[in-house]
């Protein structure tokens, strides 16, 4: 074969070839190792890497995550139009909430649970133009704070709970109030406190120093220190007003789809797990927009539209 030049250069035309190929392989051999480092090193992506929602409070109050946003088909909550204070579960005292100056108010008393209600005899005399609150004092008796029309200054009155026999009281600076066109402060028993909130609608004190603010904006606000200071607020959605209970607060709340009428959520005096968490549902046709709520013991009172409701079971019943 060694004295065959055709054979020589056949063997010679080939070697390029086989050369050709090799270094093709090396090539892709290597590019393949690199773009499968490359796709190592990439992060993987889920939903697990999205923050979570959260959203700014007023001012320079700590920001809360978790916390769902409101939708612009939230409307602000108005100021509650009446109060109702719960003296057993079978007893109570309720009101409207009137502008001042205005007419004198007259609250009404039920001893037989809603069934009827009796005016008030004993207040007329007193010169009230408005109410502003409701509220069970020392002893067993019951505090008003209403506004003279003179001057619309909020003073105090007292009752046994039982009877109709309203007088003054000089309490009225320990009282807890949303401060009559300044709802932006609040009178609480240290004196008056800023609020966390631009409007707040409502406010109740809890267990010893403890206390909350409902504002406009469906955020809840509590306090461990008498309104010194307050946490972060939650959002509440659909709350109305909301009321004191043993386990902190219940907030009732309207327009949630899975309930046509007040829902009871419970909010507790330090953040928790379950705060905000629904709990039973009063089923009605009433307007939803003028709501009260009183809780004693284990009874809550509903004052929806013209209907009186009381639970004793957190809402699962009603009567």
């Known amino acids: 074969m060694a004295n065959n030049p055709m054979a020589f250069r056949k063997i010679k035309s080939r070697r390029p070839t086989w050369q050709l190929v090799s270094f093709a392989a090396l090539i892709a051999g290597t590019l393949a190792v690199v773009v499968a480092a490359l796709i190592m090193v990439q992060p993987a992506v889920s939903d697990e890497t999205v923050p979570p929602p959260s959203y700014d409070l007023a001012g320079s109050h700590p920001r809360t995550t978790g916390t769902p946003e409101p939708t612009a088909a939230d409307e602000p909550s108005a100021a509650p139009t009446r109060t109702i204070v719960a003296i057993s579960d079978v007893g109570a005292w309720r009101s409207l909430i009137g502008a001042c100056p205005s007419g004198p108010v007259t609250p009404e008393y039920t001893v037989d649970g809603g069934a009827s209600w009796k005016p008030s005899t004993s207040t007329g005399p007193l010169g009230i133009s408005s109410v502003l609150r409701l509220a069970r004092g020392d002893g067993g008796s019951v505090d008003m704070v209403g506004q003279a029309p003179a001057a619309c200054a909020p003073q105090t009155l007292t009752t046994n709970a039982r009877k109709d026999r309203w007088a003054p009281s000089t309490e009225a600076v320990q009282a807890w109030y949303v401060v009559p066109g300044t709802p932006s ?18 406010v109740e ?45 219940l907030v009732a709340a309207t327009g949630q789809p899975e309930c046509e009428g007040v829902q009871l959520r419970v909010v507790y005096p330090k953040t928790a797990p379950r705060d905000g968490a629904p709990l039973g549902c009063k089923v009605t046709k009433a307007d939803t927009t003028e709501v009260a709520l009183s809780v004693i013991g284990e009874s809550v009172w509903l004052w929806v539209g013209d209907e009186i409701a009381v639970t004793s079971d957190r809402g699962i019943t009603w009567r």
């Open 185 to 202: 402060t609040i009178n609480t028993p240290a004196g008056i406190r800023p609020t966390p909130c631009a409007a707040v609608i409502d």
């Open 205 to 249: 004190p809890g267990v010893g120093e403890h206390a909350a603010v409902l504002c406009d904006n469906q955020r809840f606000f509590r306090s461990s220190d008498g309104g010194a200071t307050w946490d972060g607020g939650i959002f509440v959605a659909g709350s109305r007003t909301f009321a004191p209970s043993a386990d902190g607060y």
